[in-house]
């Protein structure tokens, strides 16, 4: 079911809030939100989120599968205060966040219909790990581990072209639409798996909003850095073992 353009009655929104799938607006601090998503990271292992992405490739539950972004995406985010609240978004960690009230129904939905959109800011990262923390899923199987190790041939296949090639590229060997290959592609980028040039995956160093660079493509929606990646750049075999190495070795 997609997004329906219409508040919920007062009765369907309450049997939405005790289901856990909706609820009333939050006001949020930067500074409250930036600790949220840290503890958030440090309550989740690297081992599950890997484990649950994998599963997802057979499953198709988007909602565990956004858990590994998330976390690539936040787990050296940084501990610090907004200096000028009246500066937004933040310049370390682009969060919209000043105490305003913030809408969490618009992210969950994402969270399902997408596996995510928003990886990039504190408040997914730590509205996604706190759910996924009660979520449970099958065990990686040999045929997700097959479809990993394919997804990754398919991505080295493509040697020169651009961006836009890789969701197609995927769709030969996962069974998915193409905005579940599109979150897939961006998921790698989050995790150093795509080679871009002169940065550090979020792993190693966690990269301030405002030293990201996007392409000069005007019409890209690509997330950062997936953004700035190009076929002939390759995969980065180290993230690979990093994050998958005790899977696909």
């Known amino acids: 079911m997609g997004w329906v353009e219409r508040p919920p009655s007062n009765e369907d929104l309450s049997y939405a809030i005790q289901a856990g799938v909706m609820f009333l607006p939050q ?4 500074d409250e939100l930036n600790e949220r998503a840290i503890n958030a990271v440090g309550n989740t292992s690297k081992r599950r989120v890997v484990e649950a992405f994998i599963s997802s490739l057979t499953s198709r539950r988007l909602e565990i599968r956004s858990a590994l972004a998330s ?7 940084p501990r610090h205060s907004n200096l000028d609240p009246k500066a937004v978004p933040c310049k370390v960690c682009h969060s919209y966040a ?29 509205l996604d790990l706190e759910f996924f923390a009660s979520e449970s899923f099958e065990e990686p199987t040999e045929v997700g581990l097959d479809t990993l ?19 197609a590229a995927l769709g030969k060997c996962l069974k998915s639409n193409k905005n579940e290959r599109v979150a897939i592609v961006s998921t790698l980028g989050y995790c150093g798996i795509l080679k871009v040039p002169g940065y550090q995956p979020f792993y190693r160093k966690y990269i301030h909003s405002d030293q990201r660079e996007h392409s000069s493509y005007s019409k890209s929606d690509w997330p950062f850095p997936a953004d700035l990646w190009r076929p002939e750049y390759g995969l980065d075999e180290e993230s690979i073992e990093y994050w998958f190495g005790a899977y696909v070795s």
């Open 27 to 30: 006001n949020i601090s930067h």
């Open 71 to 77: 976390y690539a995406c936040g787990v050296k985010i």
């Open 98 to 126: 000043n105490g305003r009230k913030e809408d969490l129904n618009v992210l969950n939905f994402e969270r399902y219909k997408f596996g995510g959109v928003r990886h990039l800011d504190p408040l997914y990262i730590a």
């Open 149 to 167: 190790r394919e997804v990754f041939n398919a991505l080295r296949g493509l040697k020169s072209g651009r961006l836009s090639q890789a969701p």
